[in-house]
């Protein structure tokens, strides 16, 4: 989803726009390609390193879905983590100065060191760590916007970029909130093996009950933070409203009903892999901007 998000921003949001609108890119396909395999690299070496202090957990949790240990050793996770790291954080590096902006090369390590955080010591803690790798997924869709835009804004003082760069943002706003909700729902679904350890996420130190309130709450924040959307940006683009509305806020309004609903484990199971789903269709509606905006 990662890499299929960061290709729609370049090839459905920016590189149509070239001549109509006058947007300038930074990033050659070479350059694109180096900066979608370093996300992935570091986001891949984050799910190991998640992997490896979930082994106790995820034995209650998914017992079926245990990695570590079972299919690869401890010890290879790791040296799997530090490769992937080495390699993603290598290449920001090299594409920051194939560029010559070798300070963006930044967000690319405080990605490596907030995931390595994140699972060796923020998730245990009381939401912390749910709003941390929400973050996190917000950058690998914000990152494709800094290095393909702010480097020609500041050469060339290019304004028609700046529409474009807060489109790009408001699409990570949007996956950080549906990211957050998400988090809270699968600490509930995982109440129990966390409990196991002694974490302290929001579901064991509030009680299921009211995390589920909260969960709802949060839920929402992005049902009406796309419908303000739609109402202030893009009421006039009637492709991209009917789309809004079919594929991003009916499943939104579903998802805030089963929340306030749910009971059992596979309710909040059900609702993570709606919340997954939603943030897929929010992120395809990139490919429909070609047809509405040129």
Known sequence: MIA?????????????????QGVT?????????????????IAAGGYIINDIYDIDTDKVNKPSKVIINKHISEKDGYTYFMLLNVIGVGLGFYLSYLINYSSLFVVFFISSALL???????????????????????????????????PSMVSFNNVANMPFLEIIRDYAIFAFLINLVREVIKDIEDINGDHKIGMQ???????????????????????FAVVYYIITSL????????????FVVAPLIYITIKIFSAEQQSH????????????????LSMSLYPFVLN
């Open 116 to 150: 390595y955080i994140y699972s060796t010591a923020l998730k245990q803690m009381f939401l912390i760590g749910n709003i941390v790798v929400s973050i996190v997924v917000a950058l690998s869709i914000l990152v494709v916007g800094i290095f393909e835009l702010i």
């Open 201 to 223: 996420t929001m579901p064991i130190v509030l009680g299921r009950d009211r995390a589920t309130k909260i969960a709802f709450m949060l839920s929402l924040t992005p049902l």
């Open 25 to 41: 890119t930074t990033l050659s396909t070479f350059a694109f390609i180096i900066l979608v395999i370093a996300t992935l690299c």
């Open 235 to 246: 009421y006039t683009q009637q492709i991209l409203v009917g789309y809004f509305l079919v």
């Open 4 to 20: 299929l998000v960061q290709i729609l921003i370049k090839y459905a949001l920016l590189l149509p726009f070239n001549e109509s």
């Open 268 to 283: 909040y199971k059900h609702i993570s892999l709606m919340l997954k789903l939603v943030m897929l269709t929010g992120m």
